[in-house]
C-alpha cells in the first residue's frame, strides 16, 4: 500500500496571458528549492487541495492557497494581473504501477470546486494517452463512503479499507483521510510542534490522532477498539433489553396483585443472582411466595377433583329427576292454561258491568236533567209537564230492568 504524487501543475489563466509552474517528482527523496515567494508551499498545498485534503487544516471551506493562484498574480516584471481562471492537475501513483490524475478548479470559471475530475492514468507524464475520466465529489456529506466520493476512490487507489471509529457521540464514523493527512504531510505555516501539527477535531471522531497512528503503523490497538466497542455496545443493548423485561414483568405481576423481590435491575452475570427472586402473592392478608401458593391451590385442586362423582355413577339418577321436572312442568303448563282462561271470562264480565254502570251513569243524568226541568218556575206548560213525567217513567223503567241479579 503506497501513495506518490509523480506529478502537480498549477494553471493561472489572467487577463495578459496563461501562467504556470509545474514539477514531477522522482524516486526517492525530493527537495524543492527557489527564493521566497516563487511558489513552494503553493505547489505543495494545491496538491493537497487537488486530492481534497484541505479539511485537514479546518472546517472551511476556503481553498487554502496564496491569492497569487486565487485573484492576482504578479509577472517577473512585478506587474499584478488579476486571475480570470485557475485550476490545479497532480497525477499519483501506487505500488501496482497504475495512475491516476486529479483536476480540481480553484478560482473563476464556472465550475464547482467540490467536483474532481479523475483520469485513470497519468495524463501530466504521458498526455497523449487516451484514458478514462470521471468526476467524484469532496467536502460533502459521503465522499468518505460512498462511491461517487473521492476519498473512497483514493483510499481503493491506496489499497486501504478505511475502518470504523467511535465518534464523540458514542456512534461510529468513518476513519476520515483527512485525519491520517496530517502524518504524512506538514503545514509549515502551522508549525513543527510535532508529528500531526494539525488535526481535524472538528470530525468529532474520539482519539484521532491515536486512531491515526493505530490504523498507519497496523497496531492491534485499533482491532482491540472496534472490539471493546462492539462489545459495549452490545452490552448497552443487552442492559435496555433487559431493563424493559424488567418493567413488563413488574407490571404484569402488579396487574394480578404480587410483587417481586431482589430482581435485579441491570442484567448479573450469574443466574439465579444471589439472594434469589422471589415472587410473592396475597394469602389470607400475607405475602407468600408464589411457590407455597401454587402448592396449596393444586393441593385445593386434587381434593375437588376427587370429591366430584363420576359421569356414569349420578346418570340415572339425574335421569329421574329430568323425568320428574319434565312431568310437573306439563302440569303447570295445563294450570296456567286454565287460569288464563278464567281471567279471559272474567274479563268479559268486568267489560259488561262497566257498560250497564255507564249506561245507568248516563239515564241517572236525564232523570237529574228532567227533575230540574220540571221543577223550574218557568215550566206551567202541559208539553213540559209530560216530557218531565215521560223522563221520570223511563228512569223508573231503566232502574227497575237493571236491578243487581238481572
Not at 188 to 206: C, D, N
Not at 305 to 328: C, F, G, I, K, Y
Request: overall charge negative; some cysteine; proline content about 6%.
Amino acid at each position: 500500500m503506497s501513495l506518490r504524487i509523480l506529478a502537480s501543475e498549477v494553471v493561472v489563466v489572467a487577463e495578459s496571458g496563461r501562467f504556470s509552474g509545474r514539477v514531477e517528482f522522482g524516486d526517492g527523496l525530493n527537495f524543492i528549492r527557489a527564493e521566497n515567494s516563487m511558489g513552494k508551499t503553493t505547489l505543495l498545498m494545491s496538491a493537497l487541495y487537488a486530492m481534497g485534503l484541505e479539511g485537514m487544516l479546518g472546517p472551511g471551506t476556503q481553498a487554502p492557497l496564496k491569492p497569487a493562484v486565487q485573484s492576482e498574480i504578479q509577472d517577473e516584471a512585478g506587474v499584478e494581473h488579476p486571475v480570470i481562471e485557475s485550476w490545479i492537475m497532480t497525477e499519483l501513483g501506487n505500488d501496482r504501477g497504475e495512475r491516476l490524475t486529479l483536476r480540481r478548479p480553484i478560482s473563476g470559471g464556472d465550475a464547482d470546486p467540490r467536483l474532481i475530475s479523475a483520469w485513470e492514468g497519468g495524463v501530466l507524464t504521458y498526455p497523449s494517452g487516451a484514458h478514462a475520466t470521471q468526476d467524484f465529489f469532496v467536502r460533502v456529506p459521503g465522499a468518505a463512503r460512498r462511491e461517487a466520493g473521492l476519498h473512497r476512490r483514493l483510499a481503493d487507489f491506496i489499497g486501504w479499507d478505511l475502518p470504523e471509529v467511535t465518534a464523540w457521540d458514542g456512534g461510529s464514523s468513518p476513519l476520515y483521510m483527512e485525519i491520517l493527512a496530517p502524518m504524512f504531510f506538514v503545514e509549515q505555516t502551522r508549525g513543527w510542534a510535532g508529528i500531526a501539527s494539525v488535526m481535524p477535531r472538528y470530525l468529532r471522531v474520539r482519539d484521532p490522532d491515536r486512531r491515526a497512528v493505530e490504523f498507519l503503523v497496523d497496531l492491534s490497538g485499533l482491532t482491540r477498539a472496534r472490539e471493546r466497542e462492539a462489545i459495549t455496545a452490545e452490552l448497552a443493548e443487552l442492559k435496555a433489553d433487559w431493563r424493559a423485561a424488567v418493567e413488563a414483568f413488574t407490571t404484569r405481576v402488579s396487574e394480578v396483585g404480587g410483587r417481586h423481590e431482589n430482581l435485579p435491575k441491570d442484567p448479573p452475570s450469574d443466574w439465579p443472582p444471589i439472594p434469589p427472586v422471589v415472587v410473592r402473592a396475597m394469602l389470607d392478608e400475607q405475602w407468600v411466595a408464589v411457590e407455597e401458593v401454587l402448592t396449596m391451590l393444586r393441593s385445593q385442586l386434587e381434593e375437588a377433583s376427587q370429591e366430584l362423582p363420576l359421569v356414569h355413577q349420578v346418570a340415572d339418577e339425574t335421569s329421574r329427576q329430568l323425568r320428574a321436572a319434565d312431568d310437573r312442568l306439563r302440569q303447570l303448563s295445563a294450570q296456567q292454561a286454565a287460569a288464563n282462561r278464567d281471567v279471559a271470562e272474567q274479563r268479559g264480565e268486568l267489560e259488561a258491568v262497566d257498560v250497564r254502570v255507564r249506561a245507568i251513569d248516563e239515564d241517572r243524568q236525564r232523570y237529574a236533567d228532567a227533575i230540574r226541568l220540571a221543577t223550574a218556575p218557568y215550566t206551567s206548560s202541559p208539553s213540559q209537564t209530560r216530557a218531565a213525567r215521560l223522563a221520570t217513567s223511563t228512569c223508573r223503567t231503566r232502574s227497575s230492568a237493571t236491578r243487581p241479579g238481572q
